[in-house]
């Protein structure tokens, strides 16, 4: 999946000329946490968002510092906050160095640029030009689909559901595959045996319920707490 597959179009923005009051306007009034700014020409200029409106003056909530670290941080720094908690216009406030992607940009990158860089949406650039955006809403949107698709591959039988069960859990370190006895009967998995720690069993149950052709599972597995000797059961006894 690529970010042309997710990405939202066509794209809200302002202009570095637009009012910060409109700006707001249009954000609250389209449920949005951020927009993007472009020139006349259509080319990404910046991005304006929540972030960047947090510290105002009019809300008494801007930053505020000891003259002293102007010598230690340089009087550039704290100029650059007095204008943001103070302009009016979005070229003032807006954040100027942006992280994009390109339609072709895979959707695992979009993700981790997105978490590397912390940020909530991407613009997406295409020959200097802003053609799209993939905000963490997208990514959900195409998580729901995804989880949404049915399955129209031919059922497997019992024994080749049991193999599948038993290879996926071996190729995990953490899953006691030697403990754990698996039987399958009609789609339905139950599980019997040992864990070595009660940590596992729910990445256990995931493993098993993400493979194609399992229709429910019975878990019977249980842990001993290690110090005091204690049985711990399966929620589901």
């Not at 389209?30 to 929540?50: F, M």
């Not at 978490?115 to 993939?134: D, F, Q, T």
Request: proline share 5%.
């Amino acid at each position: 999946m690529r970010a042309a597959d997710i990405m939202t179009v066509p794209v809200i923005s302002v202009s570095p000329e637009t009012s910060l009051k409109d700006a707001v306007e249009l954000m609250l009034q389209h449920h949005v946490s951020g927009l993007p700014v472009t020139d006349a020409d259509g080319r990404l200029a910046g991005v304006i968002s929540e972030a960047d409106l947090l510290c105002r003056k009019e809300l008494g909530t801007e930053r505020r510092h000891a003259r002293w670290l102007e010598f230690i941080f340089g009087a550039g720094h704290f100029a650059e906050d007095y204008a943001r908690s103070r302009g009016r216009q979005v070229n003032e406030v807006m954040t100027s160095r942006v992280v994009t992607g390109s339609p072709e940009t895979p959707l695992e990158t979009v993700v981790d640029l997105m978490n590397r860089h912390r940020i909530k949406r991407l613009p997406i650039v295409e020959s200097g030009r802003l053609v799209g955006i993939v905000s963490r809403s997208d990514v959900l949107h195409a998580l729901a689909g995804a989880l949404a698709e049915v399955n129209l591959a031919v059922q497997p039988d019992d024994a080749a559901l049991r193999k599948a069960i038993l290879d996926k859990l071996g190729g995990h370190g953490w899953a006691p595959t030697a403990l754990i006895n698996v039987q399958v009967q009609d789609g339905e998995v139950e599980l019997r045996g040992t864990l070595t720690d009660e940590r596992e069993r729910t990445p256990i149950r995931i493993a098993i319920e993400n493979i194609p052709g399992v229709k429910a599972i019975q878990d019977h597995l249980i842990s001993v707490e290690p110090i005091s000797g204690t049985v711990i059961y399966s929620p589901d006894e």
